[in-house]
């Protein structure tokens, strides 16, 4: 390990691995706020940040637990979940007076069609915008949960389409 006077520790945070300060710098210099999407195996968060003087400040927040009041009954830790959630969070973020933002995944890997960018998906479908490729965003079958529906005990496609209806008034 290198030592001496000359030596400077890195930050705490890029240390940890938790965050990438040159992505970070470039996000904060666009003075747009953040659309965080953050992912667990049960859950997708989704956050409204701006970034001031003082340190970050959040707007808004939903997590994909609060499905559960718009009946959707399945895993909340899936890609048709992320996507309403998604949907919630722009609703959300719409009625806040908020029309634009730029996305923050974190560390998290960019996989095309993966969760992260269904929920991103989401955010753009509720009219929201939101810088994005098209073609990462994952297709309309997975997105409605037809690739999960076999092995799921309850009738996920239709849960879906009742708790998008609902979020969409």
């Known amino acids: 390990m290198a030592t001496g006077p000359r030596y400077r520790v890195p930050f705490r945070r890029r240390r940890e691995g938790r965050t990438n300060y040159h ?25 409204l940040v701006v970034a001031e003087q003082k340190g970050d400040r959040t707007l808004l927040t939903v997590n994909s637990k609060e499905l559960r009041k718009f009946d959707f ?22 009625a806040l007076g908020q029309t634009e933002g730029i996305a ?18 989401g955010v753009v479908d509720a009219g929201v ?5 098209p073609e990462i965003f994952p297709d309309d079958e997975r997105i409605r949960g037809g690739h999960i529906k076999d092995y799921t005990g309850a009738d996920i496609v239709a849960q879906f389409e009742a708790a998008r209806e609902k979020i969409l008034g």
Do not use: C, E, W
């Open 23 to 47: 992505v970070r710098y470039k996000l904060i210099l666009s003075k747009k706020p953040r659309v965080v999407v953050r992912k667990s195996n049960a859950n997708t968060v989704l956050q």
């Open 129 to 133: 915008d939101v810088p994005h490729s």
């Open 104 to 121: 923050d995944i974190g560390l998290h890997a960019s996989t095309r069609g993966g969760r992260i960018y269904a929920a991103i998906k």
């Open 73 to 94: 009954g399945a895993s909340t830790g899936n890609l048709p979940a992320a996507y309403l959630t998604g949907l919630l969070f722009g609703k959300k973020m719409l």
